[in-house]
C-alpha cells in the first residue's frame, strides 16, 4: 500500500501560482504512475493531470493545459503540480493518486488505487 499526502493548498488571488506536492511513502515510488485530481463542492471528481512513473510521458486536462505542470521527484518519492495564471474555476479540493504501472498512462480515476486526502484551494478575484 502506498500512502499518499498532499500539501501546498491555500487561498490565492487569480493570475497566482501555487505548486502542490505528494510525498508518498510505503511504496517504490518510481513504479508508480501519478495523477491529480480535483473536486469542487457539489461536483464530480474530474482528472486533472498524469505522468508516466519514469517521467517520460504527460497528459493534461484541456481546462489546465498550458498553465499546469506536473512532474515528480521519484529519489525523494514526491510528485507535484505546478499551478499557474489560477482561475477562479480551478478552486477545487486537490488530490493526488497513484497506481502500480509503467508505460501505461491512465487519466481515469478508476484505474488509480491510492489516494492522498485531498489539499484546498481557493482563488478568489
Known amino acids: 500500500q502506498v500512502l499518499l499526502v498532499e500539501s501546498g493548498g491555500g487561498p490565492v488571488q487569480a493570475g497566482a501560482s501555487l505548486r502542490l506536492s505528494c510525498a508518498a511513502s510505503?511504496?517504490?515510488?518510481?513504479?508508480?504512475?501519478m495523477g491529480w485530481f480535483r473536486q469542487a463542492p457539489g461536483k464530480e471528481r474530474e482528472f486533472v493531470a498524469a505522468?508516466?512513473?519514469?517521467?517520460?510521458?504527460?497528459n493534461y486536462a484541456d481546462s489546465v493545459k498550458g498553465r499546469f505542470t506536473i512532474s515528480r521527484d521519484n529519489a525523494k518519492s514526491t510528485g507535484y503540480l505546478q499551478m499557474n495564471s489560477l482561475k477562479l474555476e480551478d478552486t477545487a479540493v486537490y488530490y493526488c493518486?497513484?497506481?502500480?504501472?509503467?508505460?501505461?498512462?491512465?487519466?481515469?480515476?478508476?484505474?488509480?488505487?491510492?489516494w492522498g486526502q485531498g489539499t484546498q484551494v481557493t482563488v478568489s478575484s
Open positions: 493518486a497513484v497506481y502500480l504501472g509503467r508505460v501505461i498512462l491512465s487519466t481515469s480515476q478508476e484505474k488509480y488505487d491510492s
Open positions: 510505503g511504496g517504490t515510488f518510481s513504479n508508480y504512475v
Open positions: 505522468m508516466t512513473a519514469s517521467g517520460s510521458r504527460t
